[in-house]
Structures are given as structure tokens and as C-alpha cells.
């Protein structure tokens, strides 16, 4: 199992430009997110989506767009970059919670996005 | 809605000792998680531990526990025998247990630096 892994490592994007970050598990996980990290802020939620065809929002939707066409790919959106969207970006995964079973969560290895 | 709070922005110990990290949380939710995750410089997300809030007794995962306290909603990572590989950014972390609730999310606290001194 690869676990979850994401694409680009590191971007710089200028103001205004778009971009789409890459997220993907092979653990046919139901329940997928997108969590942004920046300084003295811990992670807060972007998007989630518990299944195909099935995306909400979270804490700071703003300026990002999901979308889920498969159990395995999560990508996240940026279509008009902002300064204020530089952070780092995890992508994460588990299974739906069935049955008061814990099922952990799986985080990919984080996206470093800088928009100049 | 949740929230959690690390009120130590940083923290420091001897290599060997022992140090203990705050969070407190506020939830009106009775079955949920606790956890502490540690960031490395690499950025990797690690789960240390977690905690039910139903179990009574508290976790352990070698040298690191937790001292839960459901209800003074505190839920403390005491590191023992610290080793410099411990030095990391340390987030603990709230998780609805209600199916259908928003136990699709972590809430996390802002995190405590933790520097380990030879």
C-alpha cells in the first residue's frame, strides 16, 4: 500500500493563476479531506467528501473547489490563487466510522504552496 | 462546535526526562476521540496516542500517556525518558465518536513546539 500520497511536494504559483493539488489513497477509504496548516494556527478543514459523488465543506472553504468522481482521488482546486492561500496542505483518509469501530485517519505527506 | 486549546505555545526538556504537554477541549458531546499527533520537521502527521472518552483508564503507547480528565475536559501527553527524536511540533486533536455527527472532521489545537536538549 502507498497510504496516501500527494502531488506537488512544493509549488509557487503567482496571484491569480489556478491549480489543481493531487491527492490519492489505495485503501479504498470512504471518508477523504483537505486540511490547510499555517503558522500558530494548527490544521483547520477545507473540503471533505465521505464517498464518491459526495463532497461538503468545512471550516475554510473559500477560494478552493473538490470534487470526488472516484473512491480513490480527492483533488483540491485552487482557481484564482490569493497570497492568503499560502499554507501547507494535507490530504487525508479513512474508513466511515460503522458500528462505534475507531477507524484512524491517514494523512499524506503535505503540500507546500506559496502564492507570490 | 468543538474546540481545543494547547495553552503552551513551547516547551523544553532535558533529554531523559520527562515533560508534560497541556489540552483542554469543549465539546457538549459525550462519545468522541482524543489524540496527539506529532509533526516532525519532514511535516509527516504521526499519531502518538489516542483516548476514548469512554474508557476510564488511560492510554499508553511505550513512553508516552495521557492523564484524561473527562470531566475537567483536559487531556495531557506526558513524555517519559525524552530522546532527542521526541523534538517536534505536537498537536492534540478532538474527534466526534457520533455516526452522522461531525465525526467527519479532527479539530485541532494550534500545537506545542517541543525542543529536546542534549
Known amino acids: 500500500n502507498a497510504g496516501v500520497t500527494q502531488t506537488p511536494k512544493f509549488q509557487v504559483l503567482k496571484t491569480g493563476q489556478s491549480m489543481t493539488l493531487q491527492c490519492a489513497q489505495d485503501?479504498?477509504?470512504?471518508?477523504m479531506s483537505w486540511y490547510r496548516q499555517d503558522p500558530g494556527m494548527g490544521l483547520r478543514l477545507i473540503h471533505y467528501?465521505?464517498?464518491?459523488?459526495?463532497?461538503d465543506q468545512g471550516e475554510v472553504p473559500n477560494g478552493y473547489n473538490v470534487s470526488r468522481s472516484t473512491t480513490e482521488d480527492f483533488p483540491l482546486r485552487l482557481l484564482s490563487a490569493a497570497p492568503s492561500q499560502t499554507s501547507v496542505y494535507f490530504c487525508?483518509?479513512?474508513?466511515?466510522?460503522?458500528?462505534?469501530?475507531?477507524?484512524?485517519?491517514?494523512f499524506g505527506p503535505g503540500t507546500r504552496l506559496t502564492v507570490l | 462546535a468543538q474546540t481545543v486549546t494547547q495553552s503552551q505555545p513551547e516547551m523544553s526538556v532535558q533529554e531523559a526526562e520527562t515533560v508534560t504537554l497541556s489540552c483542554t477541549y469543549d465539546?457538549?458531546?459525550?462519545?468522541?476521540?482524543l489524540f496527539w499527533y506529532k509533526q516532525p520537521p519532514s511535516r509527516q502527521m504521526i499519531l502518538v496516542i489516542r483516548?476514548?472518552?469512554?474508557?476510564?483508564q488511560n492510554a499508553t503507547e511505550n513512553r508516552f500517556s495521557v492523564n484524561f480528565q473527562k470531566a475537567a475536559k483536559s487531556f495531557s501527553l506526558k513524555i517519559s525518558d525524552s530522546q532527542l527524536g521526541d523534538a517536534a511540533m505536537y498537536f492534540c486533536?478532538?474527534?466526534?465518536?457520533?455516526?452522522?455527527?461531525?465525526?467527519?472532521?479532527?479539530?485541532f489545537g494550534k500545537g506545542t513546539l517541543l525542543t529536546v536538549n542534549p
Open positions: 465539546t457538549s458531546e459525550s462519545d468522541y476521540y
Open positions: 483516548q476514548e472518552a469512554y474508557k476510564q
Open positions: 467528501s465521505v464517498g464518491a459523488g459526495i463532497t
Open positions: 486533536a478532538y474527534r466526534s465518536a457520533v455516526s452522522g455527527g461531525s465525526n467527519y472532521k479532527l479539530t
Open positions: 485503501m479504498n477509504h470512504e471518508y
Open positions: 487525508a483518509s479513512r474508513h466511515e466510522l460503522a458500528g462505534g469501530t475507531y477507524n484512524e485517519q491517514f
